[in-house]
């Protein structure tokens, strides 16, 4: 939440987050995502300008805010995070930073991304800790076996 706009500019493929306890992780764009930027940052630019002309200070924040820090918080990412589960009627009590994190990570192995690449993605120093996610793989292996080994279809 506190990334300086400066990381944005310049249609970067890639961003670099420093996450908890100071862990950098490089972040992929996609193409959506590009887009959505490169919307936000027009929108930015925007009302920078109109805070210019108004002789008001302009944020470095990416995501700024009018609190104290002068960026938007974790603690109030979280709170968004629920209204907008409950918004698209989810169970909000389902719906956390850590889960949308887990599930990122838990589609990417399923789908065929290496372990390695997943523990880069998600900034893991030990790949013990992304190897958590392989319990899905393993659920999904048997369920292939079962489904297309001969040997596991009863005549």
């Known amino acids: ?44 630019d925007q009302q920078d300008e109109l805070l210019k002309k108004e002789g008001k200070p302009v944020s470095s924040f990416l995501f700024p805010s009018r609190g104290k820090l002068g960026h938007y918080t974790r603690h109030w990412f979280y709170q968004k995070i629920k209204e907008w589960a409950l918004a698209g009627g989810i169970n909000p009590d389902l719906v956390t930073p850590h889960t949308i994190r887990h599930a990122f990570a838990t589609h990417l192995l399923a789908n065929g991304a290496d372990l ?9 120093a030990d790949i013990s800790t992304t190897e958590i996610y392989t319990h899905v793989l393993e659920d999904r292996l048997r369920e292939l076996v079962i489904e297309h080994h001969p040997l596991s279809r009863r005549n």
Do not use: N
């Open 116 to 124: 390695r690449i997943i523990q880069t993605l998600l900034g893991h």
């Open 1 to 44: 939440m506190s990334l300086p706009i400066s990381v944005a500019r310049g249609h970067p493929q890639f961003l670099l987050i420093q996450g908890k306890g100071g862990k950098e992780r490089i972040v992929p764009l996609s193409d959506p995502a590009k887009t959505a930027l490169t919307e936000w940052l027009s929108f930015r």
